[in-house]
């Protein structure tokens, strides 16, 4: 048991940090909450005017809204499972032994060092209907009929956007798994195989449940960051409804209309989606996989 003297010193040593924090993050997020509640631009040409939850209804009737939330539900999900399947699969690659594996581990992280902007910027040229590469080995290869136009299409656009997420994001999900499958102790596996269990069984009973950990750590960091994406789609589609999430609809919001009450609103309501998915995969993963 701690004395009530260890107690003091751990909250003297840990107040300097809980002040940073409350000051970077703790007053700007209260002044959304504030804001949220008013109807104001960002220049206040005119008075800032008390409409109480009129900004929060409004979400519900705003039909732009529902179909960012929608684009931002489609990319999470899509993104998220096929990040995190593959970079399972290439964890438990490059955890086994074999001649390069460093070298692998090296170069599997190139895509995610990239920066995101970078990136897609490049993807965008790479995916372009008339001189991209990926159309001209597509129709050289005979993989196309024709050249596609994967960024004009509507119902293409947020299925290639979500590739080039997938391509970037993987590596860092194999990284976080594979720091989880090198603290697994290699007896379970040896007394495993003395036993007659076989690779999946070993794979199901050892390797999944022990993985849980840092597999749910992995999921809350990966889907709280695809929640509030912005770059990718903003750089590769700009504010096109097709793709546009709530982190590009809200910087259109505050930005392009100048709309602070609304765009605060729309804040808060990101803020509250973010802790819905928190909530969730605590209760479905377990309290106990974080421990």
Same mark, same amino acid.
């Given at each position: 048991?701690?004395?009530?003297?260890?107690?003091?010193? $751990?909250?003297?040593?840990?107040?300097?940090?809980?002040?940073?924090? $409350?000051?970077?993050?703790?007053?700007?997020?209260?002044?959304?909450?504030?804001?949220?509640?008013?109807?104001?631009?960002?220049?206040?040409?005119?008075? &800032?005017?008390?409409?109480?939850?009129?900004?929060?209804?409004?979400?519900?009737?705003?039909?732009?809204?529902?179909?960012?939330?929608?684009?931002? !539900?489609?990319?999470?999900?899509?993104?998220?499972?096929?990040?995190?399947?593959?970079? !399972?699969?290439?964890?438990?690659?490059?955890?086994?032994?074999?001649?390069?594996?460093?070298?692998?581990?090296?170069?599997?992280?190139? &895509?995610? /060092?990239?920066?995101?902007?970078?990136?897609?910027?490049?993807?965008?040229?790479?995916?372009?209907?008339?001189? *991209?590469?990926?159309?001209?080995? *597509?129709?050289?290869?005979?993989? =196309?009929?024709?050249?596609?136009?994967?960024?004009?299409?509507?119902?293409?656009?947020?299925?290639?956007?979500?590739?080039?997420?997938?391509?970037?994001?993987?590596?860092?999900?194999?990284?976080?798994?594979?720091?989880?499958?090198?603290?697994?102790?290699?007896?379970?596996?040896? /007394?495993?195989?003395?036993?007659?269990?076989?690779?999946?069984?070993?794979?199901?009973?050892?390797?999944?449940?022990?993985?849980?950990? $840092?597999?749910?750590?992995?999921?809350? =960091?990966? +889907?709280?960051?695809?929640?509030?994406?912005?770059?990718?789609? =903003?750089?590769?589609?700009?504010?096109? &409804? /097709?793709?546009?999430?709530?982190?590009?609809?809200?910087?259109?919001?505050?930005?392009?209309?100048?709309?602070?009450?609304?765009?605060?609103?729309?804040?808060? $309501?990101?803020?509250?989606?973010? =802790?819905?998915?928190?909530?969730?995969?605590?209760? +479905?993963?377990?309290?106990? /996989?974080?421990?």
């Amino acid at each position: 048991m701690l004395t009530l003297r260890q107690v003091r010193l $751990a909250w003297i040593l840990v107040l300097p940090t809980l002040l940073v924090v $409350a000051l970077v993050a703790g007053y700007p997020l209260a002044q959304v909450f504030y804001w949220s509640f008013f109807k104001a631009d960002i220049a206040f040409v005119e008075p &800032p005017e008390f409409v109480g939850l009129e900004n929060y209804l409004f979400l519900f009737q705003d039909p732009d809204f529902r179909q960012a939330l929608w684009n931002t !539900l489609t990319f999470t999900v899509v993104s998220v499972s096929l990040e995190t399947l593959l970079g !399972l699969a290439i964890a438990l690659i490059i955890h086994s032994n074999f001649r390069g594996r460093g070298l692998v581990r090296t170069a599997i992280l190139i &895509p995610w /060092a990239i920066p995101t902007v970078v990136s897609a910027k490049m993807w965008q040229w790479m995916l372009h209907d008339v001189y *991209g590469v990926i159309n001209v080995l *597509g129709v050289k290869l005979g993989l =196309f009929a024709h050249k596609i136009a994967f960024l004009a299409r509507p119902e293409l656009l947020l299925p290639s956007i979500i590739a080039v997420d997938v391509w970037k994001t993987t590596p860092f999900m194999a990284l976080l798994l594979l720091a989880g499958l090198q603290l697994i102790p290699e007896e379970l596996y040896e /007394a495993a195989s003395i036993d007659g269990a076989s690779r999946w069984q070993q794979f199901w009973s050892i390797t999944l449940p022990l993985l849980t950990p $840092a597999l749910v750590v992995a999921l809350i =960091f990966r +889907t709280l960051d695809a929640l509030r994406v912005f770059d990718v789609i =903003f750089v590769m589609s700009g504010v096109n &409804p /097709a793709t546009r999430t709530l982190a590009v609809y809200n910087r259109q919001t505050l930005i392009d209309f100048q709309d602070l009450g609304y765009g605060s609103a729309i804040s808060v $309501a990101i803020l509250v989606l973010i =802790f819905v998915f928190v909530v969730f995969y605590m209760r +479905t993963l377990g309290r106990e /996989a974080l421990r």
